[in-house]
């Protein structure tokens, strides 16, 4: 007796028989963006909530913090469906990702915006009459560093339009020597803040 050959498998998502297609793509979805973030935030700093969508802390005199909603949209043709283009599984997965992540940076500017602004730490281009260099050393001697889980200071980052960097490095390339001793030194003080501010925390705890 001829056996019915099976059907092949284009796209494999079974991993059990209880996991169905539509639970394995919106897994992909959330690792994939999952990953996206994890460049930015480290995940020992993401707390997750299940229920509700604002919380506060009861030592706080805040506001209660509001979760902010992130939504994608997809449109999938039925033609597509019925000429079994698996192809767009793909697309859907990425299309669906990149929406995501585009709002979640949105969100994340506009929120270390609304900080900055509220505890006054803003540099404008008026300030310094748009000179990069002038401005760039207005905001390393503004800000505070920070340091890793090790205690050892960690210098910013910078996030930038895209295409401004090239004209960014190229100014602070073009300052003299002076200049650059200036950055170094401001830099080497602010490491050492950042390391006795840590310092000074961390001797709060009792350590038994």
């Known amino acids: 007796m001829t056996q019915t050959p099976s059907r092949p498998s284009f796209y494999r998502y079974l991993h059990n028989e209880r996991e ?27 707390h997750r909530y299940r229920h509700g969508d604002r919380w506060a802390t009861e030592v706080s005199n805040d506001a209660p913090s509001t979760m902010h909603t992130m939504a994608a949209e997809s449109t999938i043709h039925t033609i597509d469906v019925i000429n079994h283009e698996t192809a767009i599984i793909e697309r859907y997965i990425e299309g669906m990702v990149e929406q995501l992540y585009a709002d979640l940076m949105k969100h994340l500017y506009q929120t270390v915006g609304e900080a900055a602004e509220s505890h006054g730490n803003t540099i404008t281009r008026n300030e310094h009459n748009g000179d990069i260099s002038l401005g ?33 490095i190229k100014a602070l390339q073009a300052q003299p020597n002076d200049y650059h001793l200036k950055v170094e030194a401001t830099s080497l003080e602010k490491e050492k803040s950042a390391v006795a501010r840590e310092a000074e925390r961390i001797s709060r705890f009792r350590w038994e």
């Open 20 to 46: 169905s297609l539509d639970s394995h793509i919106h897994d992909q979805i959330r690792v994939r963006l999952d990953k996206r973030r994890a460049t930015l935030l480290d995940e020992r700093n993401v």
């Open 136 to 168: 760039f050393l207005a905001m390393l001697q503004k800000i505070e560093f920070g340091v890793n889980q090790y205690g050892s200071a960690q210098r910013p980052s910078i996030h930038m339009a895209p295409g401004q960097g090239h004209k960014f």
